[in-house]
């Protein structure tokens, strides 16, 4: 029955597996901003709660939008089961040094599942996926950026009201000519 069931799609099981895995990397993603929206919130970092919330909203996006892939290729997507959502952080730098991790480990992924994709020669995988391959380069920018402010702004005195005023307004633009 499972035979049969594989002759109808051409998405192979290693690229169903790996992007099961990525959906559920995503919808990791998002739990852990949402804790990190929450613990701003409880800390009076009340523009970096609205940023992490932002956040938390695509990367439920991002595990909707290969959700769907696997699903319309006729594969089986699996509603992912989130565990390991740290709650407690060690202070407000500390949240942006995790934020910027996790988005290089997801760069990462998403960079294998692209390799496997072109040794399998499945060249829809590798297409659909490109879209993630760009996300990423504006993820990590403004992940990068929220974590330099620190440093650029300081943290003593005001330094963190003004790091927080700061945050939601961190803008990519991938054109160097600004157009
Ligand atoms: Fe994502
Ligand atoms: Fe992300």
Redo the contacts with the bound molecule.
Sequence with gaps: MKDLVRMRTSLKEEIERILNEQIKMEAH?SAIYLAMAAWCDRNGFDYSAGYFYK?SG??RN?MLKIFKYVSDMGGHAISPEITNVPQEFDGFRDLFELALQ??IA?TNSINRIVGTARQLNDFQTDQFMQWFVKEQIE?EYVARRALELFDVIGEEGVGRYMIDKAIPKITYDGDAEGA
């Design positions: 993603s956040q695509e990367e991002h996790q988005e997801v993820e």
